[in-house]
């Protein structure tokens, strides 16, 4: 029972990405485009904290009772997950101000616009 449910969390992590990939190509409005990239990254995210698990371990810090290091989740997942949680937030945030830079310039955020302004 276990295995499959590990399994159906991989497939709807794998379909969160290709969601987000969808929402990248298809839509033309720049903020939506954004929004399904952090879709994808979410997934990416939790894909990789879901590898980093395994069950009936403990934490990282050395206990008498626990000699093994079998015995112990690896913590470098999650320490690189949480940077990747900063780097996303940081794109997120840049991407924004330059979508509010593009707004101001063309007075939209729909991509077809946009390339009509551009070549004017």
């Not at 709807?12 to 290709?18: D, T």
């Not at 894909?47 to 050395?62: A, C, D, E, N």
């Not at 940077?83 to 509010?100: E, F, H, K, N, R």
Request: glycine share 6%; charged share 10%; hydrophobic share 55%.
């Amino acid at each position: 029972m276990m295995n499959l449910l590990s399994n159906l969390l991989y497939f709807l992590l794998a379909a969160f990405f290709v969601l987000g990939i969808y929402g990248i190509i298809v839509k033309e409005n720049l903020i939506k485009q954004l929004m399904a990239m952090n879709v994808m990254q979410v997934a990416v995210i939790a894909y990789f904290l879901t590898v980093g698990q395994k069950f009936g371990s403990t934490v990282p810090i050395f206990m008498a009772g626990l000699p093994h290091a079998q015995q112990y989740v690896n913590p470098l997942p999650h320490a690189l997950m949480l940077t990747a949680i900063v780097v996303s937030l940081s794109t997120a945030g840049v991407a924004l101000a330059l979508i509010s830079i593009i707004q101001r310039e063309y007075k939209s955020i729909e991509e077809p616009k946009i390339m009509r302004g551009m070549n004017q």
